[in-house]
C-alpha cells in the first residue's frame, strides 16, 4: 500500500470525538470506567466538575477515588486540580461561599461530606462525626440536587437495608441540616424515616426506587423525586417529606407520576425565571422499545413541567443509534443565564476499542445547551 494512502486509511479508521468537551478520558482496558458526573458554578463564575471511578479493577468497594477538574473559560478547557480518596457517589455544591461534596466514602458504605475552601484543590477529610462522617452504614445515592428551602439544606438518599437483590434492597430517605448549620457535624443533620418499596405496586412490575431529587414543590414542600425502575418505564415516584425532614411518606395511589425519562438518573431544578421545573434524562425510541427501559440510555432529552406532574420533551439534546456501546447517561447540570451547562457520563468510541458496555463510560464531557427555554435549538 503506498504509504499516503495508508495513511488516509489509519485517519479514517481513528475513533472521532464523543460530542461536546472532553473532560476526562479512561480507556475500558484499564478496568475502571467513568461515573457520578457532578458539576457546580463558583460565586467568580469558574466551573467546577467531578466524577468517580468504578469497575473491577477500581477501589470502590472499600474506598471511592473522586477526581476533582476546574475550567476558567466557561468550559472550553478544562484541568485537573483534586484526586479525592474515600468519595464516591458524590455532589458537588456551593453553600455560604464553601465548596462541598457530599455522597458515599465507597460503594454502599458511610455517609461523607468534605468543604473545600480554595475551589476544589484542597478538602476536609472525614474523620468522625464531628468532622464530615455524617452517618454509618450501608448507603446509596448518585449526584443527586442539593437544594436550600425553609431555612434548610436537603439531599436525597437510599440504604441497603430493604431486600436481598438490587433493586429491592434501596429504602428512600431524605437528609436535612439547618442553613446556617456547620454540615460537617453530623448532630446537625436530621435523617428521615427509610421507606422500601413495594413489590405489588404498579401490577408487579415495580422494582424499585432510587437516585431521588430533593425538590421544592410549588407550595413550598419537600419531595423526593426518584428513578423507578420497571421494565417499560415511563413513571417516577413522588415521595412527601415533613417540614422538619423526619417523616418521609408515599401513597401508591398517587404517587406515581408519568415521566419519559424515569428508567434512569436524572437531575430536577426549578427555574425561577421560567417558572418551571426542568431535567435532563434519557427517553426511549420507539425501535428500542423492547429492550428493558434501564439499559436504554443512548438519547437524552431536556423536559419541563410547570407542576412535576405533567411532562413534556422540548427537545432532544443528544443521541446515537446504538444503544449498546453508547451512551449519555447520569447527567447533571447547572443553569447559566440563558443556558444550561451539563456534565455527561459518556459511552462512545476511542482508539482502544470503545466503552466497555453502555453503563462503562469512557468519558466525562461537557455541555451546553443555548437558550434552552427556546422550543427548538
Known sequence: MHPSVALIAAVLAAAAPPPGVVIDHQPASTGEYIGSPSVAVLSDGTYIASHDLFGPKSGMRTEGVTRVFTSHDHGATWRQIAEVHGQFWSTLFVHLGALYLIGTRGEYGDIVIRRSGDGGAHWTEPTDETNGVLFRGRYHCAPDPVVESGGRI???????EGGARWGEWFRAMMLSAPSDADLLRASNWTKSNALARDPSWLGGEFGGWLEGNAVVTRHG??????????QHGGKTAVIDISRDGRTATFDPRTGFVDFPAG?????????????????????IGAQFRDRAA?????????????????????????????????????VDWQFD?????????????????????????????FHRIRNFRKRRP
Request: glycine share 6%; hydrophobic share 40%.
Open 154 to 160: 436537603w439531599r436525597a438518599f437510599e440504604d441497603r
Open 221 to 230: 414542600r419537600i419531595v423526593d423525586f426518584l428513578r423507578v425502575d420497571t
Open 294 to 330: 434501564g439499559t436504554v440510555r443512548n438519547e437524552l432529552a431536556l423536559l419541563d413541567s410547570k407542576d412535576l406532574r405533567h411532562w413534556e420533551i422540548r427537545r432532544i439534546v443528544l443521541e446515537h443509534p446504538d444503544p449498546l456501546k453508547h451512551a449519555f447517561q447520569y
Open 337 to 365: 443565564g440563558g443556558d444550561i451547562i451539563a456534565v455527561a457520563r459518556t459511552a462512545w468510541d476511542d482508539d482502544a476499542g470503545g466503552a466497555h458496555t453502555y453503563h462503562d463510560a469512557n468519558y466525562l464531557t
Open 263 to 283: 428508567a434512569s438518573k436524572f437531575t430536577i431544578r426549578y427555574g425561577q425565571k421560567s417558572r418551571r421545573y426542568w431535567t435532563l434524562g434519557n427517553v
